[in-house]
């Protein structure tokens, strides 16, 4: 009888170190597939790109189940809002990692708008109004500035 007190007790304990049990940020975000490498994943958390519950963090940081992180990745103005579900060490495939986190439903909505509005927005490339001089351009640049008097030419 004490032995199946024992292992229950056991049990139990192992079960709360999972839920207290965490993991670096970092790491977490690579298992999961956000970042292609835990230094990308670095990189992006050292320029505030991710927040874990609501707050700045650092690559050290620990995240356990429950948290709530935002992650904003490519040219998405947006960040994603994640649950953590559950605590990978290592990387696996796409569908095992997509069980580590639920993205809520109000961050889905508002990237699903973003994505279709996206096409009418204002193209990058059209905000460039220079660009590298043609050879025309540069011919007449330095003609100008063959002739253009500057004031530290001047003699006293």
């Known amino acids: 009888m004490k032995t199946h007190q024992a292992s229950a007790q056991r049990a139990a304990e192992s079960a709360r170190q999972q839920e207290t049990a965490g993991i670096r940020l970092d790491k977490w975000l690579w298992a999961a597939r956000f970042y292609k490498t ?3 994943a670095g990189e992006a958390i050292d320029k505030g790109r991710v927040l874990v519950n609501d707050q700045l963090a650092k690559a050290s940081r620990t995240v ?3 948290d709530l992180l935002a992650v904003r990745q490519g ?3 947006l960040a994603r809002k994640i649950r953590v579900k559950a605590i990978s060490e290592s990387r696996g495939p796409a569908p095992v990692a997509q069980q580590l986190y639920e993205e ?3 961050s889905r909505a508002a990237i699903a708008a973003w994505m279709a509005a996206r096409p009418y927005q204002a193209d990058p490339a059209q905000s ?3 660009g590298r001089p043609t050879k025309s351009d540069r011919r007449k640049l330095a003609e100008w500035q063959r002739w253009s008097v500057s004031l530290d030419d001047q003699g006293d």
Do not use: F, K, N
């Open 104 to 106: 809520t439903e109000e």
């Open 64 to 66: 356990r189940v429950g």
């Open 38 to 40: 835990r230094s990308v």
């Open 128 to 130: 460039i109004e220079q």
């Open 75 to 77: 040219d998405c103005p």
